[in-house]
């Protein structure tokens, strides 16, 4: 039975109800519901992939300022498929440091290299460009064209004007990518005509690629003259993750499928706080940490719980996970309750929650024994629900139990769990008892 006709039907037994507030009074009684907790359809199983960091190329920033403009070599990483984007995870995911010599820190932080941190931890919340042109592909290199260099400007199908190319034709052929002469300004989609006879080469051209960070930059560089600076040392990684769904509850485990190993999904920010306060240590995670809800400027999130994995997460990881959700209220018409709800019971505590404000708002001036005894009424619907709340529980532990089986980890035994060799194809014994 869908939301509209538990709508109808609860209408028809308490006279006089508003739809809207029925809707409401049905959604209050699914509540009391889920609330309970324990549900096989409140358990939930995601994954994910943290992408390794990246660092090459360097950028420019400003103190104040909440940008951060790529040279050619980080634009050509931030954008290639693999690297600025790969397995699911965006730029606009992750998180931005500067470190280094660019940074005016005495003394230097401990734990430093490349891939080490410096400065505090900024989200980046968008991706975009500075309308100059960055570097040039070859799409098709062309045929019979007239061998030599030639200087070409680069037009644009907007206002972007001054940009140049150098394209070497070699046995009527272009095969080098061209060379940016000058980079030009307020492009927007780039382009050249080029036809030195034969068929034409194409190409494409990219913008300098420009960050946004949730806040301006306030770490202290080697000038604060407001003069923008060129770190030769950043690097771009994600330790904060967002919930898997917009009612997450809580985690029951995660588990780091390459290193085969679970992290502690109930981390203490304080005990970690103390051993890391800059979050130099990176290393595998091996446990989350609460960070609130999901506040960036313009997330496909808002108000979903984030937590932070540590210690720093500087290579490739994939992970398993299994969660508690609450559950989704009842929006739409067509709408229905999970498999093993009974809708009975439902309309049952809604039912009693219209006799509990029908019996609050009776006219006291009507003489006794006028119209329906609303706390009779109330009390029979509550027994309903219970009994069936009873029913449903027990049709449900089954489903509750091989969930949970299914995530008890072995008892007894070797140490190590015995897993499958991709290289044999058979099974890789276990080590230690």
Not at 50 to 79: C, H, N, R
């Amino acid at each position: 039975m869908a939301l509209g006709d538990m709508l109808a039907e609860l209408q028809g037994a308490v006279p006089n109800i508003d739809g809207a507030y029925a809707k409401t009074l049905i959604n209050e009684a699914w509540g009391d519901v889920r609330r309970l907790g324990g549900w096989s359809w409140q358990f939930g199983e995601s994954g994910f992939t943290l992408p390794g960091a990246i660092g090459k190329g360097t950028v420019t920033l400003q103190f104040g300022s909440p940008l951060v403009t790529a040279d050619a070599v980080a634009t050509l990483e931030w954008l290639t498929p693999g690297e600025g984007s790969q397995y699911g995870s965006l730029l606009t995911q992750r998180q931005f440091r500067a470190s280094g010599a660019d940074l005016d820190t005495t003394p230097p932080p401990p734990f430093f290299d490349r891939f080490g941190g410096a400065s505090t931890i900024y989200d980046i919340i968008a991706l975009g460009n500075n309308g100059m042109v960055a570097y040039g592909t070859i799409l098709t290199g062309g045929s019979g064209q007239t061998n030599g260099t030639y200087i070409v400007p680069i037009l644009d199908t907007g206002a972007g004007t001054g940009a140049t190319a150098s394209i070497t034709v070699a046995s009527g052929v272009v095969t080098l990518a061209p060379v940016i002469l000058t980079i030009g300004a307020n492009y927007t989609n780039p382009y050249i005509v080029f036809a030195e006879g034969g068929v034409p080469a194409t190409f494409s051209f990219t913008l300098f690629a420009v960050l946004t960070l949730n806040r301006a930059f306030t770490d202290p560089l080697t000038t604060l003259s407001g003069a923008p600076v060129t770190l030769q040392q950043y690097f771009i990684y994600q330790c904060y993750i967002v919930a898997p769904v917009r009612d997450f509850s809580r985690w029951l485990s995660m588990h780091d499928i390459g290193n085969s190993g679970w992290l502690a999904v109930r981390g203490d920010r304080r005990e970690v706080g103390r051993a890391d306060p800059q979050r130099q240590i990176f290393s595998n995670p091996d446990r989350l940490l609460a960070l609130g809800q999901d506040e960036r400027v313009g997330s496909s999130t808002p108000g979903w719980e984030r937590f932070e994995l540590w210690p720093g997460p500087r290579n490739r990881f994939l992970y398993q996970t299994w969660y508690l959700h609450f559950g989704a209220d009842l929006v739409n018409l067509s709408d229905t309750l999970p498999i093993g709800i009974p809708e009975s019971m439902v309309k049952a505590k809604a039912r009693a929650r219209c006799y509990e404000q029908a019996e609050a708002n009776k006219d006291p001036s009507n003489p006794r024994g006028q119209g329906a005894d609303f706390r009779f009424l109330m009390g029979a619907a509550l027994k309903q629900y219970e009994s069936e709340l009873k029913m449903a529980r027990l049709r449900d532990r089954d489903k509750v139990d091989i969930f949970v089986t299914t995530m008890t980890r072995l008892s007894g035994g070797p140490s190590s769990i015995t897993t499958f060799d991709e290289n044999t194809g058979g099974i890789r014994s276990a080590v230690g008892v």
